[in-house]
């Protein structure tokens, strides 16, 4: 079939990976570059090749080439552009990609176009002759959870963008049960649930024991959580509990609203499961958070 075609698709991808199991990135990144040229001598400058160039940008993406992500991004949307327009719901894929991949830049300049992409997604769904409100009132809900992400640099943005959303969906008439399907419960957004494991016997040199622990706390109007309070703690060990209370405070809510103004959601419960791995513990599966009825 020669060199550029798109039927080899699988086959380069499956080798990029054998590449990366190897730490042979360049390797890797050849056939990607393959991929991508095959795609574009077969489907030129047309939305056809819109998903090889995202395709292309999230493998940038994941390598942390992000000059790569940004050409190939603004090449997608500047093809959906020419073809369908600015405002066209076929650029709102491309647009919310972008955004996904920018977040994961170590720089403040890329995802400050992230950023840029989301708000375009609300004014193309805006733009719009019959507008789906829940599409808008995601996309709208999307921008608050965007700047969330960016923890406390940014909650109090996002805190203005989820109160923007409800005022507007207020002002539209939308109806109140499809608000609350968005703000009627806290909602998390974020929560550091990587592991951590604390090495080491007790004082008699016996293993650390295994078991679980809860914690009941407060989702204040901001999205953090407050008035930490350990309901159940078995393993009662310092370093878990200290290690559990910090993860809680990684965790960023969407406050649910009440008549147009964030509230606090109380009582709001969640379990940590400590593991025993034969040389000491580790903080395995932790369970969302049980949001009770307000």
Request: net charge neutral; proline share 4%; glycine share 6%.
């Given at each position: ?101 920018y977040r994961q830049h170590p720089t403040i300049s890329t995802p400050k176009a992230g950023e840029k992409a989301m708000q375009r997604v609300v004014d193309i769904y805006s733009a719009q002759e019959f507008v789906d409100q829940v599409d808008l009132l995601e996309a709208r809900t999307d921008m608050g959870d965007w700047y969330l992400l960016g923890m406390d640099r940014t909650h109090r943005k996002a805190i203005r963008y989820y109160k923007k959303a409800v005022k507007q969906a207020i002002k539209d008439n939308v109806d109140d049960g499809l608000i ?115």
């Amino acid at each position: 079939a020669g060199i550029y075609n798109v039927q080899q698709d699988k086959v380069l991808d499956d080798l990029a990976d054998v590449y990366m199991l190897q730490d042979r990135e360049q390797q890797a990144n050849r056939q990607q570059e393959l991929r991508l040229r095959a795609a574009r001598e077969t489907y030129g400058d047309t939305p056809e090749l819109i998903e090889a160039l995202h395709n292309y940008a999230s493998w940038n993406a994941s390598i942390q080439r992000f000059a790569k992500v940004r050409v190939a991004m603004e090449q997608a949307v500047t093809i959906l552009e020419q073809n369908y327009g600015v405002n066209d719901p076929r650029l709102i894929d491309t647009l919310r990609l972008r955004s996904h991949l920018y977040r994961q830049h170590p720089t403040i300049s890329t995802p400050k176009a992230g950023e840029k992409a989301m708000q375009r997604v609300v004014d193309i769904y805006s733009a719009q002759e019959f507008v789906d409100q829940v599409d808008l009132l995601e996309a709208r809900t999307d921008m608050g959870d965007w700047y969330l992400l960016g923890m406390d640099r940014t909650h109090r943005k996002a805190i203005r963008y989820y109160k923007k959303a409800v005022k507007q969906a207020i002002k539209d008439n939308v109806d109140d049960g499809l608000i609350d399907q968005f703000y009627g419960t806290a909602v998390l957004v974020f929560f550091n649930s990587s592991r951590l494991s604390f090495y080491g016997r007790n004082e008699a040199g016996e293993l650390l024991a295994s078991g679980k622990i809860r914690v009941r706390y407060t989702v204040g109007a901001n999205g953090k959580p407050r008035n930490i309070q350990f309901i159940e703690n078995t393993p009662d060990n310092p370093l878990i509990t200290e290690a559990v209370y910090g993860r809680v405070l990684t965790a960023r809510f969407r406050p649910r609203f009440v008549n147009g103004k964030a509230a606090k959601t109380y009582n709001v419960e969640q379990e940590f499961e400590i593991l025993q791995t034969g040389s000491g513990l580790e903080i395995g599966q932790i369970y969302a958070p049980e949001i009770p009825p307000q």
